[in-house]
């Protein structure tokens, strides 16, 4: 039996072609439009949430504890979802120097609009993140508010049910026509930051049929770290569904991190400006930029690639200065 899962995004969501993408990327890309999964919320991560705060709801949990970087998505979108739902989202969210910053921009200005408690850590602690947090919960389990502890970037095999089903709502789309007809992709590519996206995509790519070549650009951690955490999370994955699956042929690149997590390299950047000029798609500075400016550069390439777009708006929108200076 399936876990159970909630109804909160907008899907199915569609798929965007541009000629000026195909000759800037130099291959057939298909973009699926993550970005639009809903409104504030969007992103990859509200698919992975279904489940998860399914799970949430069925323990009775009354708060939800989740952490990530200071403009994690992840943490924005569960933050945002848990209002919805009527849960109270407790943040740990890791800064340079473990203070808050000064100034509220972007996702950080969203967690605090819909009152999300923020609990700020240094990079030392959040390596600790998931100790830390199950002593968070145990802590308002005793003060009588009982918490679900969601892990980083919604990455368990429960999250990665999420994309297992994304990639067969891709498979419905090719059936209905919806890229040009039903053949697959050559390759699925996205940006990998956790890995229970990649996890999710490998396996539903494969089940579905959607494409032979997955394609994880990390942007953080590096190639060894991500090749053993995605097989963790399919591992756990397929325990939840009791199934052996077919997967897709996963393969992690790690060489367009850029100069550190969430900064990109002055090409990237000027690649971001010169894509959102010439096709109107806007793409983040700390996973699509990096990732399909990793396709861009990938050689040999795939020649007919499903791109997902996994969001990261108000990540760009924290960048003002970095893009400012390029226009
Ligand atoms: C915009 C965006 N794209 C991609 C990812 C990567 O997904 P995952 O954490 O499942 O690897 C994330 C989160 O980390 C994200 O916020």
């Not at 919320?41 to 949430?56: C, F, P, Q, S, T």
């Not at 991500?226 to 690149?253: D, G």
Request: glycine share 10%.
């Amino acid at each position: 039996m399936r876990p159970d899962k909630l109804k909160l995004a907008h899907l199915p969501t569609p798929l965007f072609r541009h000629d000026a993408l195909d000759h800037i990327v130099g291959a057939e890309v298909w973009v699926k439009r993550d970005d639009m999964t809903g409104g504030p919320e969007a992103g990859n991560k509200i698919r992975k949430l279904e489940y998860l705060l399914a799970a949430a709801v069925n323990t009775q949990a009354r708060a939800v504890i989740t952490c990530g970087g200071v403009q994690s998505n992840h943490a924005r979108a569960t933050a945002i979802l848990a209002r919805r739902l009527g849960l109270r989202p407790v943040l740990l969210l890791r800064t340079a120097d473990g203070a808050a910053p000064a100034h509220r921009v972007g996702n950080l200005l969203l967690d605090a609009l819909v009152g999300a408690e923020l609990r700020f850590i240094t990079p030392a602690q959040y390596q600790l993140r998931d100790a830390l947090m199950q002593q968070l919960a145990a802590e308002l389990a005793a003060t009588g508010e009982p918490a679900y502890v969601i892990p980083e970037g919604g990455s368990n095999g429960l999250g990665a049910l999420g994309y297992i089903d994304a990639m067969a709502e891709v498979r419905a789309q090719l059936d209905a026509g919806d890229a040009g007809g039903p053949a697959a992709f050559d390759a699925v590519i996205h940006a990998c930051g956790s890995g229970g996206t990649a996890a999710g995509v490998c396996l539903g790519a494969g089940l579905h049929g959607v494409a032979e070549y997955a394609i994880a650009i990390a942007v953080c951690d590096d190639r060894a770290y991500f090749e053993r955490r995605i097989e963790q999370i399919v591992a756990e994955a397929m325990q939840l569904l009791q199934t052996s699956l077919p997967h897709a042929r996963a393969s992690v690149l790690d060489q367009w991190k850029g100069p550190a997590y969430a900064v990109p390299s002055e090409d990237q950047a000027r690649f971001i400006a010169r894509i959102a000029r010439e096709t109107g798609l806007l793409l983040d500075p700390a996973y699509t930029g990096k990732a399909m400016f990793g396709l861009a550069q990938l050689s040999p390439k795939p020649k007919r690639v499903l791109f997902l777009h996994t969001g990261g708006l108000p990540g760009l929108l924290a960048d003002s200065d970095r893009f400012e200076n390029l226009l």
